[in-house]
C-alpha cells in the first residue's frame, strides 16, 4: 500500500496566485521530508528539506519565500508555491524518509499555471 | 553532480531477465547504493538497497561488485508494466546528517512484447 500521499494530483491555477500542495506520511511518523521539482523528461530536483518543527533547508538557487513549506506535524508536510507564474508549471514531488533510511515518494502533483 | 553512471536506454523482451548496470566508482564505504524507477506522471517507486552485500526481494535483485565500484539491478521476469525510468542512486550525506538522494538522469528500460 501507499506510504506516501500528496494532494492535490493535479492543479491549474491562475497566474499570480498562491497554490499549496501537501504530503502526508501514512500511517508512520516523518521527522524529515524532502520536496522535489521534475521538469518534463528531466530527473528529480531537489527543492528543500523539511524537518519537523524547524524551518526547511532550501537548496541553492531555490527561493523560500516563493516556495514556502510548512512542516507543523510528524505526518503532514505543505508547500506553497506563491505568486505563481507560468514557468513554475511543473511535477513536484515529495518524500518521506523512514527510520529504517528508506525514503519512499509521494505520487506528485502537477502544476499548470496559466 | 549524481554520482552514477547509467545508460541512457535498454530494450528488454518480455518474459526475459532485464539487467540494468550503474557505475559508481567514486562511492564510499558507507553510502549505499539504492534504485528507484518512475513510470510516467507518477512519483518515483522504491525498488531495493544495498550496502556491500547482494540483495533480494519481491520486486528484483541487486547485485554489487566487490569492490563496490558498480551494481547491476535484475528484473528476474520482465512485464510490459516494467517500462519505465530506473535510476541508481548513492545517498549520501547532506546537511546536518540528514541525507539526500542524488539524482542522475536514469535509464530509461523499454519492455517489448
Known amino acids: 500500500g501507499a506510504v506516501v500521499s500528496q494532494h492535490p494530483s493535479r492543479v491549474i491555477c491562475k497566474s499570480g496566485t498562491s497554490v499549496k500542495i501537501e504530503c502526508r506520511s501514512l500511517?508512520?511518523?516523518?521527522?524529515?521530508m524532502f520536496w522535489y521539482r521534475q521538469f518534463p523528461k528531466q530527473s528529480l530536483m531537489l527543492m528543500a528539506t523539511?524537518?519537523?518543527?524547524?524551518?526547511?533547508?532550501?537548496e541553492q538557487g531555490v527561493e523560500k519565500d516563493k516556495f514556502l513549506i510548512n512542516h507543523a506535524s510528524l505526518t503532514l508536510s505543505t508547500l506553497t508555491v506563491t505568486s505563481a507564474h507560468p514557468e513554475d508549471s511543473s511535477f513536484y514531488i515529495c518524500?518521506?524518509?523512514?527510520?529504517?533510511?528508506?525514503?519512499?515518494f509521494g505520487e506528485g502533483s502537477w502544476l499548470t499555471v496559466v | 553532480d549524481a554520482k552514477t553512471t547509467q545508460p541512457p536506454s535498454m530494450d528488454c523482451a518480455e518474459g526475459r531477465a532485464a539487467n540494468l548496470p550503474c557505475n559508481h566508482s567514486?562511492?564510499?564505504?558507507?553510502?549505499?547504493v539504492y534504485w528507484y524507477r518512475q513510470i510516467h506522471s507518477q512519483g518515483p517507486q522504491y525498488i531495493i538497497h544495498?550496502?556491500?552485500?547482494?540483495e533480494t526481494n519481491e520486486m528484483a535483485s541487486l547485485i554489487i561488485t566487490e569492490d563496490r565500484k558498480s551494481s547491476t539491478l535484475i528484473l528476474p521476469h520482465a512485464t510490459l508494466r516494467d517500462t519505465a525510468v530506473y535510476y541508481c542512486?548513492?545517498?549520501?550525506?547532506?546537511?546536518?546528517?540528514?541525507?539526500?538522494?542524488?539524482w542522475g538522469a536514469g535509464t530509461k528500460l523499454i519492455i517489448k512484447p
Open positions: 518524500s518521506v524518509k523512514l527510520a529504517s533510511g528508506t525514503i519512499y
Open positions: 542512486i548513492v545517498r549520501v550525506a547532506h546537511m546536518d546528517s540528514n541525507y539526500q538522494l542524488i
Open positions: 544495498g550496502l556491500k552485500n547482494n
Open positions: 500511517d508512520f511518523q516523518a521527522t524529515t
Open positions: 523539511s524537518n519537523e518543527g524547524s524551518k526547511a533547508t532550501y
Open positions: 567514486t562511492i564510499s564505504g558507507n553510502e549505499y
